[in-house]
């Protein structure tokens, strides 16, 4: 059994269905893509969570190739805005820190959607979350439900706090237990908005839509504009604190007023504001997960989550990835990972 189809638990069921092997993909969710979530508006497609990949990330931009999905270059192209502590715009020929990173046309559910193709409707299941797992030296039973069912071995293609929540039966280890609690989960503290647009027209200014902040409450702002045609879009990352963003009309106040300092009037009335604010998504963050983090944590798998249940609990997921942990690319090696464990068992 698979818990958690995000891109790590649904390339995983792809492989097992390529070998012809037996196993359920459960989600608690009613959709797959975990962290992988695009909102559509007209016809443009924008990502409310991770949205790039880079070169030198082979196995996410092979996926991509795999299905016939087209990736193309952030558009960096013009000037840079630096907004001051009080409000003040400057305007700079800076290189933008997004040049040579590279998006998903139509948003990457594109590729989720394309997994979820390959795995047949038998094996896989939305609205299901686990509840409590008990092992008795042979099998683990499985609660979703309001059911039991027994399976060989499980899999977590999830963050380990929210796999932490499930009961164990007997109880894990507490190094087991610290473990999981320790490990943050990537973007479970972050919210996002997007500003869609009728035209481009920071590019009409000579502006890459790129924009450095340190009033907020947008501290990054990005072009987030498909390839070609529109809508076109702005996203930003929100840095104040959970916290202090859980009015959501009177955050969304403050984002258009920040974007009429940053582009002028013309910002003011966007044809939507799209908000996904991570950090209150259950399926996505603890409590734990709402402190802020200063630095890419430190990811890997743990010694401690080896070896439970004789080896039948596995860990998979892009916080336990041997590199590129947090990232598309690390949630990919995540599931290699876990698949070479389940097929050399065997």
């Known amino acids: 059994m698979i818990i958690g189809g995000g891109l790590s638990g649904l390339t995983l069921a792809d492989m097992l269905e390529r070998q012809g092997r037996d196993y359920l993909l459960l989600d608690a969710r009613a959709r797959f893509g975990g962290r992988i979530k ?3 508006v007209g016809d443009g497609s924008f990502d409310m969570g991770p949205a790039w990949f880079w070169s030198g990330q082979p196995k996410i931009a092979a996926l991509i190739e795999w299905f016939g ?41 594109a590729l989720i959607d394309a997994l979820v193709e390959q795995i047949p409707q038998s094996k896989r299941a939305l609205n299901s979350e686990v509840s409590a797992l ?26 380990p706090r929210i796999a932490a929540q499930v009961t164990f039966d007997p109880p894990l280890p507490d190094n087991a237990c610290s473990a ?9 503290g972050q919210a996002k908005a997007v500003a869609v647009y009728e035209t481009a027209f920071w590019r009409d200014a000579g502006l890459s839509g790129e924009v450095m902040s340190r009033r907020g409450p947008m501290v990054e702002i990005h072009d987030a504009s498909p390839e070609t045609g529109g809508p076109f879009a702005l ?3 929100i840095g104040v604190s959970p916290r202090d963003r859980t009015d959501e009309q009177a955050l969304s106040g403050h984002i258009i007023a920040q974007l009429i300092r940053l582009f002028g009037e013309v910002a003011a009335e966007p044809k939507a504001l799209l908000l996904k604010d991570w950090a209150f998504d259950p399926r996505t963050a603890t409590q734990a997960d709402q402190a802020p983090t200063y630095a890419h944590p ?14 039948r609990l596995i860990f998979s997921g892009t916080e336990v990835a041997d590199q590129f942990g947090g990232y598309l690319e690390g949630a990919l090696r995540a599931s290699d990972m876990s698949f070479n464990r389940l097929i050399s068992d065997t």
């Open 180 to 188: 999981m609690a320790n490990v943050p989960t990537w973007m479970a």
């Open 69 to 109: 999905l087209k990736a193309f270059e952030q558009y960096a192209t013009g000037d840079l805005i630096f907004e001051d502590e009080r409000g003040q715009v400057q305007r700079g020929a800076v290189l933008s820190s997004m040049a040579g990173s590279w998006r998903v046309s139509g948003g990457l559910s």
């Open 38 to 40: 695009t909102q559509h």
């Open 235 to 237: 996203f930003g990352f």
């Open 298 to 311: 430190t990811y890997g798998s743990s010694r401690n989550l080896s070896g439970l249940w004789d080896g």
């Open 134 to 159: 008990s092992y008795d030296g042979s099998n683990i039973r499985a609660m979703f439900r309001g059911e039991t069912s027994s399976f060989d071995k499980v899999v977590f293609a999830m963050p």
